[in-house]
């Protein structure tokens, strides 16, 4: 995947090199609209409609367990139909419909089953947009980790936008917003170039050793995304617990995004000097000291620079996760391996936050000694990996 940007391919048809990554940039800056609304005011939503605790909790289950049926099938479905940017262009239009019919439903059944349609073809395409930029990166036509960013500050854009939005319109208005953010990412999935279907080539990695050591890696990146889950969780109410403002609480979140930015940025020098195994075990041990550090309710000057390691914990662990994959398999199967990738991170991931709720109320603050240890197993599992892989394959290591 990180070939030099400009060594693609420039022959008449092609769209040049600046403006593919502008486009990229664009799709990935426009699919964390939605995003950046639904993941902190879709309860709100919820909660305008009348559903309790309860059923919030359902609701919010529903779109994980789509994801984990869908995206695996949705992978094998785009490297078998070989035009990875119309299937893009599908499930954005399909996810579009579905918030569409979220935004007319009003009783829990009806919410359900739109929800689960929505994330059906909705939580997927990210893993989908990744395959088919490492694509493009690999074909030296842009560089994912630049264009990734914009996804960053998108996300963090619309947490801003959206809350005042939110206070001027009203909660009933969430699913309309992320409506709005998903009609503009099918129109930046249209402006893609199609790719060309690649001819079948057996894998880069092969021998058992080997895969394992692919598995062992995904597993390893997977393990230090899901030591953010009570971070996620309960971060928030940890730092108003400290008395800190709720403009504070914003500012720290902002940091760790701004951090993530960076990273993105600068993220495939990195990754061709150093390797994905050795930003994994960076980001396992930057876990073990953020959370471990957490769990002291430090103070705001020490808060600040733990979220900053979200550059190491979150963004230097998922581009190496993306980057592993793409050196791992074939072209031909980018979209498989892909999403194969994002369900295993899913299901760690989801674990995690079924676990993080008992842990805090249990524990309180030390239950981020668990995101610590959880991040210690991640960084190990690299060390594994690389011993089990010890040369780098694929498109540019």
């Known amino acids: 995947m990180v070939k030099q940007v400009g060594e693609g391919d420039d022959r008449p048809g092609r769209v040049p090199v600046p403006a593919l990554g502008l486009r990229l940039s664009g ?51 785009s490297d078998r139909l070989g035009r990875p ?62 264009a990734r960013q914009w996804g960053s500050a998108s996300f963090l854009v619309a947490n801003l936008v959206g809350g005042a939005l939110l206070g001027m319109l009203g909660a009933g208005s969430v699913v309309l917003m992320m409506l709005a953010g998903q009609l503009a990412y099918v129109l930046a999935t249209l402006a893609l170039p199609e790719l060309p279907r690649p001819e079948p080539r057996p894998a880069p990695i092969t021998g058992r050793r080997a895969r394992l050591g692919v598995l062992a890696g995904i597993v390893a990146a997977a393990l230090v995304q899901a030591s953010h889950a009570t971070l996620y969780a309960f971060a928030s109410v940890s730092w108003k617990a400290q008395g ?28 061709v000097r150093f390797g994905p195994h050795v930003l994994i075990v960076v980001g396992g041990i930057a876990a073990v000291v953020r959370f471990a550090a957490m769990a ?33 398999v074939s072209e031909h199967r980018s979209g498989t ?22 842990l805090w109320a249990a524990f309180g603050p030390m239950a981020f000694l ?28």
């Open 296 to 328: 002291t309710d430090p103070p705001l000057a020490v808060l600040v620079p733990l979220q900053m390691l979200h550059a190491f914990t979150f963004a230097a662990t998922f581009l190496a996760m993306v980057e592993l994959v793409s050196r791992s």
């Open 85 to 146: 940017k119309a299937l893009l262009a599908a499930l954005a239009l399909a996810a579009a419909c579905g918030m569409a019919m979220l935004a007319l439903s009003v009783d829990f059944a009806a919410i359900l089953v739109t929800l689960a349609f929505t994330a059906l073809a909705w939580m997927p395409s990210l893993s989908l947009l990744d395959s088919y930029a490492s694509r493009q990166a690999r074909a030296g036509r842009a560089d994912y980790g630049k």
């Open 27 to 77: 799709a990935y800056a426009a699919f964390f609209l939605a995003m950046g609304i639904q993941v902190p005011y879709l309860p709100l939503w919820f909660q305008d409609r009348g559903l309790g605790p309860e059923a919030i909790g359902i609701a919010l289950a529903v779109p994980m367990l789509a994801r984990l049926v869908s995206t695996p099938l949705l992978g094998l479905l």
């Open 244 to 271: 800190y403002s709720l403009a504070t609480i914003g500012v720290l979140w902002a940091v760790g995004v701004a951090a993530e930015m960076a990273l993105f940025r600068f993220g495939t020098r990195l990754v």
């Open 370 to 397: 668990v995101s610590s240890a959880i991040g210690l197993a991640g960084a190990l599992a690299a060390l594994l990996a690389a011993r089990l892989q010890p040369h780098s394959s694929g498109s540019g290591g």
């Open 337 to 358: 391996g892909q999403t194969a990738a994002a369900w295993i991170g899913s299901i760690l991931m989801s674990s995690a936050n079924v676990a993080s709720g008992p």
